[in-house]
């Protein structure tokens, strides 16, 4: 495996990203069965981080970022989605949305969230905004969930339903035999995951003020208005330090987002170089410190859930950044 690397600068900084995603969470899901709360806390912040760290290697894996082989790139994709719950979706799915992603530089959905959460049940969407105002990413769950649903649901989806009852078999087993080992390591779990999906939304809020394009419209309109002067101009690095770049690593160094866009296959270990290149230690727009974004994430947590605009970003105040919802690269809708 090793000698399919990209580069031999990739060996050491990948070894260690797969150890932690790999041997972190089966430690981390041990240390949720512990008796000791001590050990449970820790178990619940190693499986989270974790599961944090598969979603962005999975990320990296879709850009063939890491390895020389297309087809090893998907093999790994495969593993670390099994791990992150990602898995109900095709690798080839994710990877086709999130380069329409790249490419057109628009949003691809499905159908426009903002508009499902208008149009459902008036019950089920107060209980979304109520679950949502007490941060519980209620939203994100829904479309993890309609990935699964809708198979059975859209005649055009049915070719799916043999691969989702068979990855449903295997999962729900798991599950199932983890609640009767330990209802408490099971709750724990959910725990750990809902504090992952609250992680990676809070980073793709911030992300993009791009255009959202339903799949169903057709082809892409405008795309010479969407040229790369577009792309930085509506992309944000919300950095979780700049003083302290290893904090970066918690996210993979996926806040280095405008690097990533400048040249996406640059492996995610290259991107604080690539960042400093474009921006140096600059702390203006497109650079956004995460600390700067806690205000606008709490303010606007129920009105994103609604809200065609993303807001106003300015280098005296982000507070007016309302963000984006529903764009996980984990849901291939």
Not at 82 to 98: L, M, P, Q, V
Not at 161 to 180: D, N, T, Y
Not at 234 to 262: D, K, Q, V
Request: hydrophobic residues 50%; aromatic residues 14%.
């Amino acid at each position: 495996m090793f000698n399919t690397f990209k580069n031999n600068k990739s060996l050491l900084p990948n070894a260690l990203a797969f150890s932690f995603a790999i041997f972190g969470y089966v430690a981390g899901v041990f240390m949720l069965f512990s008796s000791s709360y001590f050990i449970n806390m820790a178990g619940v912040l190693l499986t989270a981080q974790s599961l944090i760290i598969s979603a962005y290697l999975l990320h990296e894996f879709s850009h063939w970022s890491i390895f020389k082989s297309p087809q090893e790139n998907e093999r790994w994709g495969v593993v670390m989605s099994w791990i992150n719950g990602s898995c109900y979706s095709a690798f080839g799915e994710i990877r086709d949305k999130h380069m329409h992603h790249h490419v057109d530089r628009v949003d691809v959905l499905t159908f426009n969230v903002q508009h499902l959460m208008r149009d459902m049940p008036v019950v089920a969407s107060n209980l979304i905004k109520a679950l949502e105002w007490v941060y519980i990413p209620a939203l994100e769950i829904l479309m993890h969930f309609l990935v699964i649903v809708l198979p059975f649901i859209r005649p055009e989806w049915h070719y799916k339903r043999p691969r989702l009852i068979a990855i449903m078999l295997v999962r729900a087993s798991l599950f199932v035999l983890m609640a009767w080992l330990s209802l408490k390591a099971w709750l724990l779990y959910l725990l750990a995951y809902g504090i992952m999906l609250t992680a990676l939304r809070f980073a793709d809020a911030f992300q993009h003020t791009y255009d959202v394009f339903l799949q169903s419209d057709g082809e892409i309109a405008d795309g010479k208005l969407r040229d790369r002067t577009y792309e930085q101009a509506n992309t944000y690095s919300n950095l979780t330090s700049i003083h302290y770049p290893w904090l970066n690593l918690l996210f993979l160094n996926f806040p280095y987002h405008n690097a990533h866009h400048e040249k996406p296959i640059v492996p995610w270990h290259q991107l604080p170089a690539l960042h400093q290149q474009l921006f140096g230690d600059s702390a203006l727009l497109p650079v956004i410190p995460m600390s700067k974004l806690l205000k606008a994430y709490h303010r606007h947590r129920v009105t994103r859930l609604q809200s065609d605009d993303y807001g106003v970003l300015t280098n005296d105040s982000v507070n007016a950044f309302i963000g984006a919802a529903g764009v996980s690269f984990l849901t291939a809708l």
